[in-house]
């Protein structure tokens, strides 16, 4: 089973960016097809980006389409998420999944990293 741990958060300015980064471990990476969603305060946890096994396919939710970027380094064994253009509707805390291939679910993710984005 793969264990992820995300990092990069903090607290930026309306405008600014930030690149978030989750290290995975314990299974092949590319056996998994990885994603970002994210969770702000009284609302629930919400789809951001996706990307597949290799790399080639990615989508993203349409609020942040444009601004943020997924992509992953499967000899390191991480995925990223490169945010621009912040936006204070973009605060919360974000979290690293993981759907193992094959599968229907994510079944895998992290901890969460805490994003915060002042006007």
């Known amino acids: 089973q793969v264990q992820l741990v995300e990092s990069g958060g903090g607290l930026v300015q309306a405008g600014a960016s930030l690149r978030l980064s989750c290290a995975a471990s314990?299974?092949?990476?590319?056996?998994?097809?990885m994603a970002w969603f994210r969770q702000a305060p009284g609302k629930e946890r919400e789809f951001v980006a996706y990307?597949?096994?290799?790399?080639?396919?990615?989508d993203y939710a349409d609020s942040v389409r444009g601004r943020f970027t997924i992509a992953r380094d499967n000899g390191k064994n991480t995925v990223s998420l490169q945010m621009d253009r912040l936006k204070p509707n973009d605060t919360g805390v974000y979290y690293c999944?993981?759907?193992?291939?094959?599968?229907?679910?994510?079944?895998?993710w992290g901890r969460g990293t805490q994003v915060t984005v002042s006007s």
């Open positions: 999944a993981g759907r193992r291939i094959g599968s229907r679910d994510y079944g895998y």
């Open positions: 314990g299974d092949t990476f590319t056996n998994y097809r």
């Open positions: 990307i597949t096994d290799f790399g080639t396919t990615t």
